[in-house]
């Protein structure tokens, strides 16, 4: 294969650093594929992805409903949380109820926690901030609850907030189905081989963190913002496991589902049937 670069985004934290790690630091033979790394948060990522800017790219499930056409999902990569994903916190209790026509900080329109948030609760007011900035919009008055996902999801008690919802347990207690929180996703047109040699090379790269799982943590944690190890293992296990390693059926089940209730109540702008590259 002819050396080519291949731009890959994902986004600044332990889970996806742990997963990227053997690629960036270069511990596979990647033939003639030359990668470079982009750090950045994931509703850029997201964006970028409506703008089909990288090759390949992190992406939150909920966007991958306006970029089916573009980009196929790789069948490895996910983010799933079985009874667990993003936290509603507030400094105060809030009964759910409260909340409606209430400020709350979202880490963008294009994540698969906002839509989870639309499809649970009604009635509040949206305020965008990135995902790192969510509890000081609230600490400082901009919001009066915050939704809070990567690392922040184990460490809101530490900075003084409540949780009102776990979203992973309300949605497991809706579909019993697993959640799909995000995905690695390829642009199509690469073409089936360079696509398929990329989904290789970005499974190695998974199996080799798990399988090496100190050093790669090692490299992920300085992307944890402070955490301390214990927690830094513990997130990357939520989020790098088997259901990283390859897509099962009841994820697949569970992000058709997410789709279906998305355009059931006119949240997403078509019906989507998520499109998987072989592997």
Known sequence: MESRLVRIGHSPDPDDAFMFYALAREKLDTGGLRFQHLLEGIETLNN????????????????????????????????????????????????????????????????TAFLLLRLCLDGFRAVEA???????AVDGGEADAGLVIHEGQLTYGARGFLKLLDLGTWWHEKTGLPLPLGANAIRKDLGEPLCLEVSRLLRASIDYGLANREEALRYAMQFGRGMERSLADRFVGMYVNEDTRAWSPESRRGLQQLFSLAWERGLITKRVCPEFLPG
Do not use: C, M
Request: aromatic share 12%.
């Open 130 to 136: 990135p995902f790192d900035r969510i509890f000081d």
């Open 48 to 111: 970028w992805a409506l703008q089909g800017r990288l090759e390949v790219t992190a992406i939150s499930a909920h966007a991958y409903a306006y970029v089916a056409d573009r980009y196929v999902l790789l069948p490895h990569g996910a983010s799933v949380g079985r009874n667990y994903g993003p936290i509603l916190v507030a400094k105060r209790p809030f009964d759910l109820a409260e909340l409606r026509g209430k400020r709350i900080a979202v880490p963008g329109r294009l994540t």
